[in-house]
Structure formats: C-alpha cells, structure tokens
C-alpha cells in the first residue's frame, strides 16, 4: 500500500470532496466563481504594500465564502502553510531591512513590521480565495468553465488526463521506491540508480499511454476530435449574474472606496 | 525529518503520514519470527525527507507579484501557450495526448523519487522541463508542464493563479523554447556530435534554463516591488543556488536519457533539424555584450549633449514648452523601469559634481542592457512572424 502516494492524493482530492456537496453556492456557475476569484485577486495584489486596513476589509470575503460554502477555515490555512515559508523570509527581510519607526517617538512598530504584516495577510488572502475556487467548483466544474472562457480543448484534455494517472503513476512510483528500499540493505539512492528508476517509470508511463491510446482509439477518437472532452457549458443565469456583480462590486468598494476609514468615521458620528 | 526545500505537496504528505503513522506487525504462528513494518520509517525514503533542491523557490505565490506583472506574464503565457498548440496541429497528424498527458504524471511521480547528491550530504529531484522537450519536442512539452504547473497550483496550492503565468513562463517556456533551441539543439546536432558532446548539450542547457528561470524570477519580484532587497542581494541569493540546482537536472536528465536510449531508443526523439549556430551565437553575444560589457560604456556625455552643454546651458531643466511635451514627459517618466540604463534607486542618486567611476559596474546596468536586448529582440522576431510570407501548403486530394 502505497502510503505516501494515496495520503498525498487524500489531501488533494479534499478539494473536490467539498465541491460534491450540495449548497447553494455551488450551484452557481463556475465561471461566475472564476471571475469574483480573479477580480479579488487583482484586488489584493494592487494594494500598495503598507495599505493593512484595506487587506483587512477585503478578508471579508474568504470569510462570507467559507462559511456559506461549509468549507473548513483550517483547510484554507493549511494550503496558506504551504506557500508560507518563502514569504516568511521576504516579510522577515523586511522587519528586517526596514526600520523607520510609524510613530514618532516610538522605536516599535517599524515601517518593516507593517510591510510584513501585510505581506502574509496577502498571502493568506490569495491563498483563501484560490482554495475557495477550487473547493467551491472542483476540477471538473473548473475545466467545464474554462472551456466556456474559449481555453483550448487540447489543454483541458491534458488536464483531465494528468489528474486521472497522476495517483496511478504516483502509485507505481512507490512501489518502486519500496523495492528498491527493501533490497538495499539501507544504502541511499544514488544519481544513477535514480536514473534507471525513473527511467523505468518513463517506460511504464510510456506502456501505459499506448494502451491508453488504444483504448481510445477503440471509442472513436480520431486523433484530431477532443469532442468527448468538450462538456457542454450552459448559459449563464441571473442569479449566476446577479451574484457575480454584487460580489465584484462590494470588491471594487473595498479596494478603492473610502473602506474602513469612512466606516469608522461614521461610527465615530454616531457615538455621543 | 521534512526538509524546507522540499516541494510543498511532498511537504503535506509527509505531514499527513506522520500524523497517520501505522504500526502493521505480522506474527507468523509457526515460527518465533515477528516482522513489523513502520511505515513512517518507509515513508523516509519514499518523500523528500532530506533537503531537496529548491521545489519551493520556483513556484511564485500572488503575494510576491503585482497585477501588473502577473497579468503581462500571462499575456506572454497566453501567446506561446496558443503558438505551441499551433504548431503542435501544424506539425503532428495524430495528436500525441495519452503520451502527453502519461509524461505530465510521470514527471509528477518522478518528483517523489530523491537522490543522494554526491559531496554535499543534500539530495535532489527531476523537475522535468528539459527531459519532457526532449522525450517530446517544445512544443508539446510547454503543454505538459504547464498543465503540471496548473495542477501543483490548483490541488495543491504550490504557487498562485495569477503567478501560474510567471510560474509557466520561468518553468516551460524557458526550457523549451529557449535553452533547448539556444543550448542543446546547436550543440548536439552537429554531424561529428558524440555522446560526450550531447551529455554536456544536456546538462548546459539543464543550467541555462534553470539559472535563466531563477533570473526570471529575481526580475518579476522586483518589479513587483514587494521585496525590500536589492537587486544584486536577491540575485546573490537566487543564482547561485540554481546553477547547482541546474548541475543536478542536467546529470539526472543525462541517466534517464542515456537509459532510454539503450532501452526504448524510440522514445527519444531525434531534433528534426540542426539548430541554427548563427542565432544561438549572436544571441549569446547579444547577452555578453549587454551583460558585461555595458560596463565600459562611456558614461560622458555624447556629442548632441554636449554640443547642447555648450551652446544653450541649462537646457535640460528648462520647463517643457507645450502641454503635449509634459504629458509626454509624465508619461516617460512614469514608464521606464531603467531611467539612464539603471534601476531606478531614489536613495542612491551620485552627487552632481562627481564623474562617475569608469568601467561603471553596476548590475543595474547589466540587467537593463539584457531586458532592454531582450525586449528588443522580442518585439523583432514578433514583427518578422507577422509579416513573413506564408508557405503554400500541397492541396490535398
């Protein structure tokens, strides 16, 4: 049993298993999540570096989406560790690098601390709001709008095909390696060996596609036609509309509008 | 143990199987003999548990690009992603898509094969851009890693959406359309090419492409501006580490080539032409030249300034004579990157009165020479594509 392989795919297809159950965000179309995840997206990463408020209004979002959508806040901040350590040394650099106190007369907080606060809320925003794309339409969803956006079939055909004998390669991977490891009497695996071991898996992948070819060739594809690949895409409605523009416009008003500054104006109005 | 540089779904999994550790014991009724199996132990080998060369440090995430950036590399994807499947239709009667879509797992498993790197102590893993142009050609390569880098990022989370442009830029188009045709093709097609001379087309082309792509990746994060490092700190940082990274790809390409060689000889494709010497030559000029020898330029100045120095002083701070010229002025202003062939650096402006060091070595310069020469050539090549004769193709029965 192919531990490392199937745990790996496990988490991965995590992301599809949110997308199988039924709420009334998914019911959207696909595309309407791609556009309000590319317009948040622009959004986040427009801001200019020191602008925290704002990235804090705009978490507003990954927040509203997890919770209508039933996807688990701790899924979204794994996938956000993933990506973190890179980032982490960019924002330590900057704590780092950039000294300039924000209030003057105090050392602390830095010019530095505030860009590195703002860099990980970009971090963790972009990642939410990604993750959130993919838990909300899983793949097939995905490449269905995709091909509705006039992307190449032959590239959604690539896609389809990779995530099916991804596990399935990945499986004979491990067995190899666990051969290996058992005959080796614990000596590690040097360049060489390395190359005869993929070099082996090459030959498998390259078996494996030829029977795939054959398969296919025996249910009608031509070698030109990707038809079987195209899903039909149907028309957008006016709750797909609706929801889109209400989404992109609150997104729109967070980035550029008066944001969190006016609303505490306001509040500070009311108050006596 | 996990190793930091390990590629960041391989970091999960190891996460999960620890988290999961099942102790399996056997115990034969017969004999005395009892056998366990930890699979944490197996699960050792099997991921990235040692230090794996740099899976983290290619894939951008959103947070380090602007949209400016992001979106300008997804043009540039955009554009040769549509060209390769063109000339894939143009040139293939039967489309290869299992061998294709097989290729795009096998470099995904291969990721989970880690090998010792002799003298270091650390160990390293295929990342597939060149052995896929060579098992494939360029232009069904650039499909398949891209379709690789689209999936890493969706399930994975390994880079950003908007940064999957930078991402496939710096990792498919690199390999496949620049050191394949500039490095590999001129070298191992000559007509007394040996063996030898192919393992180091391979492995060359491995470190150009990969030193290439980390030089991407330095020049997309400072033009993003979210990084307080300078240019010559981050590319300190970054080069070196993917010229061994490089080394590494290019000997591992090297062993599962030469195998399938001896093995399947059909599966490695022959290049179908010689590469064209003369354009990997100039280009390698066009790098050195505005690279390095930028550095001797003159920095006085040329003969209209001074001319004008004479004649009318002053003239370069006079206020622009017409509404056109100042919004022209602004607009300038406003785009270019490499005001005088340099980065623009407000702290670090030289005092008027001083005369520059000569050679003026600054990386700087360097880096815009190269863009500059780069964009220049873009921009050529584009235009000659656009206005070059079509061939008439056979009429078909």
């Known amino acids: 049993m192919s531990q490392c392989a199937s745990n790996l795919w496990t988490a991965a297809l995590h992301a599809d298993d949110f997308a199988r159950r039924d709420t009334w965000l998914r019911r959207l179309d696909p595309r309407t999540h791609v556009a309000i995840t590319v317009a948040y997206l622009l959004a986040a990463m427009s801001l200019p570096l020191h602008d925290l408020s704002r990235l804090i209004l705009l978490a507003a979002y990954p927040v509203w989406t997890s919770l209508a959508g039933g996807i688990p806040f701790a899924y979204l901040a794994r996938r956000a560790a993933i990506a973190a350590p890179w980032i982490v040394l960019v924002a330590v650099s900057w704590i780092w690098l950039d000294r300039r106190p924000l209030v003057p007369g105090h050392a602390w907080p830095t010019a530095g601390d505030l860009a590195a606060a703002s860099l990980l809320a970009r971090l963790a925003l972009t990642v939410a709001a990604a993750s959130l794309l993919l838990a909300l339409t899983g793949l097939s969803g995905l490449t269905a709008g995709l091909l509705g956006m006039r992307v190449p079939p032959l590239c959604v055909a690539q896609l389809w095909i990779l995530h099916r004998y991804a596990l399935v390669l990945s499986d004979e991977a491990a067995r190899l390696l666990r051969a290996r490891e058992l005959r080796s009497a614990g000596h590690r695996l040097t360049w060489r060996q390395a190359g005869i071991l993929l070099g082996q898996l090459c030959v498998r992948a390259f078996d494996r596609a030829e029977r795939v070819h054959r398969a296919m060739g025996m249910r009608g594809f031509d070698g030109h036609s990707l038809r079987a690949f195209e899903t039909r895409t149907r028309r957008l409605r006016a709750t797909d509309l609706a929801y889109a523009s209400v989404m992109i416009l609150w997104i729109l008003w967070a980035r550029f509008g008066d944001g969190a500054a006016g609303l505490g104006r306001r509040l500070m109005q009311l108050a006596p | ?319 622009p004579p017409s509404k056109l010229h100042a919004a022209l002025a602004r607009v300038q202003q406003r785009t270019s990157w490499f005001p005088d062939y340099a980065f623009a650096s407000p702290g670090e402006q030289e005092p008027a009165n001083e005369t520059p060091a000569w050679p003026t070595v600054s990386l700087g310069t360097s880096l815009a020479g190269v863009l500059g020469s780069v964009i220049v050539l873009g921009a050529t090549v584009a235009v000659g594509l656009l206005v070059r004769p079509r061939a008439r193709q056979a009429p078909t029965p």
């Open chain 2, 1 to 319: 143990m996990t190793g930091l540089w390990a590629p960041a779904h391989w970091r999960e999994a190891q996460t999960i199987a620890r988290q999961q550790a099942v102790l399996a014991t056997t115990e034969r009724v017969a004999g005395e003999t009892v056998i366990r199996l930890t699979t944490s132990g197996m699960n050792d080998s099997m991921g990235p548990a040692e230090l794996s060369h740099g899976g983290f440090s290619m894939h951008m995430a959103d947070a380090l690009i602007s949209p400016a950036v992001g979106l300008t590399m997804w043009a540039v994807t955009g554009g040769c992603v549509a060209q390769a499947v063109r000339r894939l239709r143009n040139e293939t009667t039967e489309l290869p898509l299992p061998r294709m879509g097989l290729l795009g797992a096998f470099v995904f498993a291969a990721q989970m094969i880690n090998f010792s790197i002799p003298g270091t102590g650390s160990s390293g893993h295929l990342a597939g851009g060149l052995l896929l142009t060579l098992l494939l050609g360029p232009n069904a390569a650039i499909l398949v890693m891209a379709t690789v880098l689209t999936i890493q990022a969706l399930l994975f989370a390994d880079g950003g959406l908007l940064a999957l442009g930078c991402n496939i830029v710096n990792m498919a188009v690199v390999p496949a359309y620049v050191a394949y045709p500039l490095v590999y093709r001129p070298l191992a097609t000559l007509s007394n090419s040996s063996s030898a001379r192919r393992r180091l087309a391979t492995v060359l082309a491995a470190m150009v492409g990969l030193e290439l792509g980390a030089f991407a990746v330095v020049v997309q994060t400072l033009l993003s501006g979210v990084t307080p490092l300078s240019f010559a700190t981050f590319a300190a940082l970054m080069l070196p580490i993917h010229l061994a990274i490089g080394l590494v790809e290019g000997i591992a390409t090297v062993a599962v080539v030469e195998w399938l060689e001896r093995v399947r000889p059909e599966t490695v494709r022959k290049p179908a032409q010689a590469g064209s010497r003369v354009a990997a030559i100039l280009g390698l000029a066009t790098l050195f030249i505005a690279g390095f020898l930028s550095w001797w330029a003159s920095n006085q100045p040329d003969g209209l300034e001074w001319s004008l120095q004479r004649t009318a002083p002053g003239w370069e701070e006079s206020p």
